[in-house]
């Protein structure tokens, strides 16, 4: 990690998740193969190898995305960081969630190797995490990234507020099953990864409706 020694605690912080959201999130959507894999490439990243998007448009989104986040990180008020995977009639297919909680009274200096090790283990057990997601068509597929924010974003909070736009984003009526993928506690930041799908009788209803 870079030095980052005029930044306060919460700025400092905020500039580690993103950095790896953006590796995460990346890691996700390799994962899902939905992309060749050429599409990708190997990088180096708190010690560990992984991919990075070769694509300049897919590269620049996930970037983006989740660089426009930091200075609301940085003032608490992200909830939730999703990796929404949705079919053609933007009814989601599943959902991988990033709880964050980041302290904003907490005062010392981030430890930066408690916040790698924490991390690293973290993106361990994401790239074995597969078994829990369901295959999904690269044809009748996509997915975006989905922000969660306590307050709706104003212009007065900056040039990247004007960027998150709400999405249209169908939402399931019954409660979604969640299976725990990773979580991790090192001050002054949480996080919780988790997945969501669709109950078994929203699955059920929806292809009777089909038929």
Not at 77 to 96: C, G, K, Q, S
Not at 104 to 123: C, H, I, N, R
């Amino acid at each position: 990690m870079d030095q980052r020694d005029n930044q306060s605690p919460q700025g400092e912080t905020a500039q580690i998740l993103v950095e790896f959201l953006e590796v995460a999130i990346t890691s996700i959507v390799y994962l899902k193969g939905l992309y060749p894999s050429g599409a990708f490439e190997r990088r180096r990243y708190l010690n560990l190898v992984v991919h990075r998007a070769r694509h300049p448009q897919l590269r620049n989104y996930i970037h983006m995305s989740v660089s426009g986040l930091r200075s609301f990180i940085e003032k608490g008020l992200i909830e939730r960081v999703a990796v929404v995977f949705f079919d053609m009639e933007n009814v989601p297919l599943e959902r991988f969630i990033f709880k964050l909680s980041v302290n904003k009274s907490y005062g010392s200096k981030v430890e930066d190797a408690d916040l790698e090790f924490s991390l690293q283990s973290f993106l361990i057990k994401l790239s074995v995490s597969q078994p829990l997601t369901s295959a999904l068509s690269q044809v009748d597929c996509r997915w975006e990234i989905v922000a969660y924010f306590q307050m709706l974003p104003q212009a007065d909070m900056g040039s990247t507020a004007a960027l998150w736009i709400p999405t249209d984003t169908k939402q399931w009526q019954q409660p979604p099953l969640i299976s725990p993928i990773k979580s991790m506690s090192s001050e002054p930041l949480n996080v919780q990864l988790y997945l969501e799908h669709p109950s078994l009788s929203k699955m059920t209803n929806s292809k009777v409706q089909h038929l």
